[in-house]
């Protein structure tokens, strides 16, 4: 591979000898050759980087950690749309926290569609609940699934954009799963529609299903990447004193860490540690060397604010975004037994 | 030196799913496309953001209206600060009075659904001035708050019954270290949101 000193060198060669060429006289000077070299020098790295580009994101892969994030992000929604119809009509109705009219004015209309924003009776948003539900469990089952993650994403982004009053971070995070499910094969393994209909390629390592991974792997990057530099606008987290911020908020607790108060060092080492691993992530989750350590530092970080914050759905959202570095011979040990039952009833 | 995730053996092998030229370049314009209403909208906001990075969201506000793309990832940033409720009291025509707080950490179960209402009270006081501020500006900010509070005390309203709602907003004390050691705790900030009631067209 080129270094970038020497395409920096062969640039600059570059311009004299095309003078050459155009006076028809170059054929003979070194320079000419020199700079026809480099120019050979840029096309090799154009196609180094479009070489790397198709590697990256056109390589078949095995989609059985699509179909766990599937799994997982199914159930995370059947849970979700569950507590959204504890009180449908609240969250989605006419009379609700909000009215349609409002969110409609508030939000970057007419882009944030809802099919909430059609339903005017007062079994309407229970009955759309209800459709996302529905398909949540088809989802997470693998019952006819193509159609059940666009029918389940549809449902998440249309609780989103009917009750942006009432939204967070796992509504993100199981939008950036769901996404992820509905472009890439994640009915492939580990699915009644496998069971129903074995084919012996179905399971084979496809394009779509590196897509679907690749796009959450780097849209998992993007988040803790922004969630970190955003941090780093805090003097709370320089000063390694943020995470007394989180445990001492009586509105988020969940597990009493008040004991952190005679520990501030702890406070200090568990804040800095956050903070830092979020903004290193993103580079340091490729590397073989150190993927394991970003990916297993995720679990405490997770499990953590679920524990003691009360948001263990946001936490299980990221930690199956996760999933997605996870080589698949891993997963597929993990889950070797099922797939073997799979196979014999195919 | 970065390398890729590594491939099972079975994947390793030269598979028959390959796609053509001409597919790789238009999937490559999707995930570009993609990828830019993924990193766009946190670089736009919430602020501080720059005007090249709002005005380049500009053309991609469709997919990502239409994705639910637009989130800026902030996550308790960028200082962990104190949690909020809201605080109401109705009344009735018989001239009872019933009192409420959302979220109710006593009632509003399971957990999500108590993480749900509370975001109601976070995002409210996100567009309501502290203490202390002008009262020029907090006029000012009347506008982006009050419809949203409008819209809250009607739900009320119409759930429970009531002729009149009293909101407050409560900024619940964030004691520091020091005073949790001493067992001191501070005052709650209140912060009067206004008293509605129904018009008869139904609106507060």
Sequence with gaps: MRTATTTADALRVAAPADRGAHTSAGDADPAFREASRARSGQGGELREWLAAWNAFWFTPADPLPLAMVRICAGALLVWAAFVWLLDADAFFGATGWQRPENVWRMNDQPWQWSWYFVTGSSGGPRLLAGVTLVAAVMLTLGIATPLAAVVSLAGLISAANRAPLNVFGFDDVLGMLLIAVAIGPAGAALSVDRLLAPDVTASRPTVRANIALRLLQVHLCVVYLFSGCGKLLGASWWEGTALWGAAANVQYRTLDLRWLAWHPLVTNALTLATLWWEIAYAAIVWPRLTRRVAIAMAVPVHLGIGLAMGMMEFGLAMLVANMAFVPAAVLRRAVGPFLGTARERS | MV???????????PAPDRWSPVTRAVASAGIVLYLACVIMPPLAGPPPASGLAVAALQPLRPLVGAL???HGYRFFAPDPGPGHSIRWSMEFADGSTRKGIIPDRDTDRPRLLYHRRFMISEKIAALVPPAG??????RQSRGDWQPLVK???????????GDRVTLELVEHYLPAPEEVMRAEAGADAVTPLGTYALAEEGLP
């Excluded at chain 2, 390398?3 to 092998?13: F, G, K």
């Excluded at chain 2, 819209?151 to 019954?161: M, T």
């Design chain 2, 151 to 161: 819209d809250v005390a009607g739900h009320l309203l119409e759930r429970h019954g």
């Design chain 2, 133 to 138: 501020v002008p009262e020029e500006a907090r």
């Design chain 2, 68 to 70: 639910s793309l637009g």
């Design chain 2, 3 to 13: 390398e890729d995730i590594p491939m099972p053996p079975e994947a390793a092998r």
